[in-house]
């Protein structure tokens, strides 16, 4: 069975804060790595995604990935409450690439 | 504008009830996916399909069928549906390659 483990939370940082949300995966022969973010009662919605070690950035978000340690992070930078949600980290991996996903990290952003 | 449409957002049925969740995509996707949502569990994928009569089981399929005669359609089927069958579905889509997948509103289903 192919396992994501998050920390479930909850997470509260300070509005301006860095949000650092982690991610362990079991399957080695994971291929791509995704974060969603996922408002109450509404579907998730990609943020990033990355496939090689290291750091990818967009905008506020750097995802970290390190395939040695089966690991993938995001950090939000100068965090804003509008970033209160649930992020979901995913792998991808499988004949169809199907998702699976761990059970989320629910990130409140304190004004 | 991508777009996976579930048809519907609430579904109340009782327990023994045949009960059918469809999802349409209109991006020409080859595979498309059933999830479930419980609190605490994350999105766990029921079933999945890779092209227009393929289906392979995901991580918990029992109690659950699927089917997918044309390439945007993949209709989820609860044969007879029980009460731990009630959560949030939802269904997704995704074309070949390292790209996302783009997921549909959702349907809570209340079996009662």
């Known amino acids: 069975q192919k396992e994501v483990e998050q920390n479930s939370g909850p997470l509260s940082v300070p509005e301006g804060a860095i949000a650092s949300l982690n991610c362990t995966y079991s399957?080695?022969?994971?291929?791509?790595f995704f974060w969603y973010r996922q408002y109450s009662g509404k579907s998730p919605e990609l943020i990033m995604f990355i496939y090689s070690n290291g750091d990818k950035e967009d905008g506020r978000f750097t995802a970290q990935l390190n395939k040695a340690s089966q690991y993938v992070s995001l950090l939000i930078r100068d965090s804003q409450p509008s970033d209160s949600a649930t992020y979901l980290c995913?792998?991808?991996?499988?004949?169809?690439?199907?998702?699976?996903f761990g059970s989320g990290t629910q990130l409140t952003v304190l004004p | 504008d991508v777009k996976v449409t579930q048809s519907s957002r609430y579904l109340v049925k009782r327990t023994g009830e045949k009960v059918f969740l469809e999802c349409v995509q209109d991006?020409?996707?080859?595979?498309m996916f059933w999830y479930r949502q419980d609190p605490g569990l994350g999105l766990r994928l029921i079933y999945f399909s890779y092209d227009v009569k393929m289906k392979e089981k995901g991580d918990i399929p029992e109690g659950y069928s699927v089917s997918r005669e044309k390439k945007e359609r993949f209709s989820l089927i609860l044969e007879s549906a029980s009460t731990n069958q009630t959560s949030m579905y939802l269904c997704a889509s995704r074309p070949q390659g390292y790209t996302e997948a783009f997921f549909g509103q959702g349907t809570r289903l209340t079996v009662v």
């Open positions: 991006m020409d996707h080859e595979n």
């Open positions: 995913a792998v991808s991996s499988g004949s169809a690439r199907q998702l699976t």
């Open positions: 399957d080695r022969g994971s291929q791509s």
